[in-house]
Structures are given as C-alpha cells and as structure tokens.
C-alpha cells in the first residue's frame, strides 16, 4: 500500500506541476493555441476560429486540488501522520478516486458521442492520456481507500 501510495502521491503532483507550469508556458505544445486545442474539451461554437483561453486563475485552482488529491493519498496510505478524523479521510479518498473514475470512464464515452463538436486534438490526447490515466489514477486512489476500510 505505501508503494502504491506513494506512486499515486508523486504522479499527482507531477501533473499538478504541469498545471503550474501551462499558466506560463505552452510546453510540449508549440503555441497557446494549439495547447487550449489539445487540452480543452469544451464544446465548438459553429463559427469556432480561436479556443477560448482558460482562466490564468483555473491553472493554480487545478494544480491545488491535485497536491490535496496527493496530500489525501499520502495520509490515507500511512506516508504521512496527520491527525484527521478516519471517516473524513476514507470520504476524502474516495471522493477523489471517484472524480477520477468519472472523468476518465466519461471522456472516454462522452467525447466519443460529441464526435466534431469537441476540437480533434483534444480528442486525440484525451483518447491516448487523459482518459486512461484518470482510470488508472482512480483504480489506484480507490485501492489505497479500500486500505482504510479494512
């Protein structure tokens, strides 16, 4: 369970980083707009030219959620004691295994179903990245909450 813990625990702070790191920079994308393309998934307007940008503030409150996702993972696989009421943290865990579980089982279905509403490129990392790696994220966060309950 720590292995596990702790993996899921590094992984989320890595993207939380990335999330940081996209309020400044496009990388790995070559330009703002290809990025808002490859990693917005929101619906196209008929006349949609430009993506619309993502708020500089919606960056750092994703980045945030990700390190308490992390911090979560942590306490609940016993890297780090903090004293927390249990029913609070197993609540905490699996609600965040469950966003997870949700966004990757639902982009993988919903996005398919929105077809040439939802611009190409973000169909393609979200078929290949995203989606997968919330299912995986929630299968693991959902494993170390089960932990607790045992």
């Given at each position: 369970?720590?292995?596990?813990?702790?993996?899921?625990?590094?992984?989320?702070?890595?993207?939380?980083?990335?999330?940081?790191?996209?309020?400044?920079?496009?990388?790995?994308?070559?330009?703002?707009?290809?990025?808002?393309?490859?990693?917005?998934?929101?619906?196209?307007?008929?006349?949609?030219?430009?993506?619309?940008?993502?708020p500089l503030p919606a960056y750092?409150?994703?980045?945030?959620?990700?390190?308490?996702?992390?911090?979560?993972?942590?306490?609940?696989?016993?890297?780090?004691?903090?004293?927390?009421?249990?029913?609070?943290?197993?609540?905490?865990?699996?609600?965040?295994?469950?966003?997870?579980?949700?966004?990757?089982?639902?982009?993988?279905?919903?996005?398919?179903?929105?077809?040439?509403?939802?611009?190409?490129?973000?169909?393609?990392?979200?078929?290949?990245?995203?989606?997968?790696?919330?299912?995986?994220?929630?299968?693991?966060?959902?494993?170390?909450?089960?932990?607790?309950?045992?």
């Amino acid at each position: 369970m720590t292995i596990l813990g702790a993996s899921l625990g590094l992984i989320l702070v890595l993207i939380a980083g990335l999330h940081v790191l996209w309020a400044f920079s496009t990388w790995p994308f070559p330009n703002r707009e290809r990025m808002l393309r490859s990693m917005s998934g929101t619906l196209l307007p008929p006349d949609w030219t430009q993506p619309r940008p993502i708020p500089l503030p919606a960056y750092f409150v994703v980045a945030f959620l990700l390190l308490l996702a992390s911090a979560l993972v942590a306490i609940a696989a016993g890297l780090c004691a903090l004293s927390m009421p249990h029913g609070f943290l197993r609540a905490g865990v699996f609600c965040v295994a469950g966003v997870f579980l949700l966004r990757g089982g639902g982009g993988l279905l919903a996005f398919r179903r929105l077809g040439p509403r939802v611009a190409p490129e973000f169909l393609y990392w979200d078929s290949r990245i995203y989606s997968p790696l919330c299912l995986v994220l929630g299968v693991g966060v959902a494993v170390v909450g089960f932990g607790l309950v045992v």
